[in-house]
C-alpha cells in the first residue's frame, strides 16, 4: 500500500514546492479552512440536532398539556351556558309539552327562542333542532343563512351512538359545528338532536395555541369525527397529511419528511377523550429560534476562526518570514549598514533573491571600506570633496539598488506567471522614484494625481479587490502646482484608519478646487470617522501619538514651511459616518512656480 502511494504523494509535494508564492499561499490557507471547518461543521450539527430535538418535544409537551386544560374548560363551559340558555329559553319545556313539533305555532314559538338564544351567546352563529318525526327548525344570524346544508351534514346514528356527548365537525362556511342528542333535563327523556354553529373565533381565543403560534402548527382534533377543527398557519402539505392521519385514525409517527424539511410530531388526547391535540414542529423553525443552537453555531465560528488561523501560521510562517527578513535587510542597507546576512538560504524566488541582495551589500561594504582608507590617506581638502562625493554617490546608489531589487521581483514574477506581483513591483518602483526625483520640490497637480492613482493601485493588489474612489477636479486646477507627495499620506491614512476598520462597502472623494486666490485639496471618506473630543489633538505633536505614525502632522508643518502659518491641514469627521481631511495652500500657478520654488 505504501509503495502505491509513495509516487502520488511524491508528485503533490513536488508540485506544491514548485509552485510560485502567491498560488503556494492561496492553496495551503484554503486547504486548510475547508478541512477544519468540515470537521466542526459536523460535530456542531449533530450536537445542534441533539439539542433541537429535545426542545422541540419538551416544548411540545409543556404547550399541549396548557392547551389540553384550556380547550377542555372552555367546551365544558359552552356545554353549560347551552344547556342554562335552553332551560332560560323555556325550550325544554315547550318540546316536552309537544315532541313532535306538528302544531306550526309551537315550531315559530322554538325558532324565535332560538334566534334570541343567538343574539344573546357571542360564540353561536346557527341552530338546528331535528324531532324524532324528522320535523326541522333552523335560525341563524344575519349572514349565516347558508349554514343549513353544512350544519345538517352529521352522521345522525353516530350522534345517537354517543349518548349526549358532543359531537364536532367541521363545514366549508368558516363555522365549525357541535351535534348531540338532546335529552329533557326533568325527565331525561330524549327530545331529538340539537347542532349548533359556532365562530372559529372560539378556538383563536384559547391562550396556549396563540402563546405557541410562531414555532410550530398546532391542530385540533375531534376525536369522535376524525376532523381537523381548527389550526393554527400550516403548509399545505402539513395539513393535508395531519388531516389523512385523523381521518384514517393511523397512528401517529415521531417524525416525518416532506420534500427538504423535517418534521417533529407530538400528540395527546384530553381526559374526557373528546379531543386530539396534534403539534408538528419544523426543525427549521428551532434553529432560528433557539438559544442554544445559535450558541452552537457562534462557538462553531470562532472555532473554526482560531484553528485556521493557528494552522495558516505554521503553514506560511516560513514563507512570509523570509519576506519579513528581506524588508528588515534592506531598511538596514538604506541605513549603510552593508555587512549583514539575510539569514536564509533555499532555491526558490526569494532564496535567490536574498543570494543577490547579499552580494550587493557586500560590494558596497567593500566601496564603504575603500573610501574610509582613502579618506585616511588624503590631505583635508581632499578628505571634504571625497566625503562629498561619496555622500552623493551614497544617495544614488541607494534607490537604484532598491530599482534593481524590485526590476529583479519584476522579472522573476513574469517568469512564474504571478503578474500581480510584478505590477506591484512596477508601481512600488515608480513611487519611489517620484518620491526622490521631486524630493520637497513642487510638481504639477496632475502629477501628483498619478502618483495617488499609483498608490491606490498597489493598494488594490495588497487587498486583491478594487477601491471605490472618486476624483472630482476643477479643470482650472489641473496644472496649478503642489508640494510634491503630499496627498499620499492623507489617502493613505483615509484608507488604513476610515476604511479598513469599516464592514461593508466603503468610497473615497479625492477633489481638487479654486478658492479665491488659493488651492484647497481633500480627501473624503465615509468610514469609520473620528471622535469630536480628538480632532483638536490630531495635530499637536506629542510623544509616541498616533498621528505621527498617519502623517497628518508632518503634512500640515510641511504646508506651513513651505507657504506660511495662516495655510495647512483641516480635519472635519463625525463618528461612524466618514473624515473630511483638506489641505490648503496658495494656488500656484505655471508662471509663479518659479518664485515660489525660490
Known sequence: MKNYLKKPRKAIVDFFDNLALFPKYLLSHSIVVLFTASIISIISLQIAKQEMESYARASAQTVMAQTSLILEKSDSDLQKNLVAQLEQMNIYRLLRQQPTLDDPVLRLRVERQFAVMISANRWIRSVLFISHSGVEIFSASEGCENDAPAIKSFPHEVVASLHGRPYWYSGDTGRIFLSKVLYDLETTADLGMLAIGIDSSFFEGIASIDYYRGLGSVFIVSANSGQVIFHTKSAPEVLEQVTRWSLDNEELPSRFHDHDLTYLVASQITEDENWKIINIISTSELINLSARIRAVIIETTLAILLIALIMALFLVRS???????????????????????????????????????????????????????????KTEAKLKALHFEYSALQSSINPHFIANTLEFINSYAKLYHVPQIGEAACLLGDLMRASIRHKDNLISLKDELEHCKIYLRIQELLRESTLDVEFTIDDGVIDCFVPNMILQPIVENSIIHGIEPKIGSAHIRIAASRSGHNLEL????????????????????????????????????????????????????????????????PLIEKQQRGSSDE
Open 319 to 377: 514563507e512570509v518570514g523570509k519576506i519579513t527578513t528581506l524588508v528588515h535587510q534592506t531598511h538596514l542597507i538604506a541605513d549603510g549598514n552593508f555587512k549583514l546576512d539575510v539569514g536564509f538560504h533555499s532555491t526558490d524566488e526569494l532564496g535567490q533573491l536574498a543570494a543577490e541582495i547579499s552580494k550587493m551589500a557586500h560590494r558596497l561594504g567593500e566601496l564603504v571600506e575603500k573610501v574610509a582608507r582613502e579618506r585616511n590617506q
Open 522 to 585: 481633500s480627501v473624503t471618506d465615509d468610514g469609520v470617522g473620528i471622535p469630536e473630543e480628538r480632532i483638536p489633538d490630531l495635530l499637536v505633536p506629542k510623544s509616541e501619538d498616533i498621528t505621527r505614525k498617519i502623517g497628518l502632522e508632518s503634512v500640515d508643518k510641511r504646508i506651513k514651511i513651505l507657504f506660511g502659518q495662516s495655510f495647512g491641514v483641516r480635519i472635519a469627521s463625525e463618528k461612524g459616518r466618514g473624515t473630511k481631511i483638506s489641505l490648503h495652500m
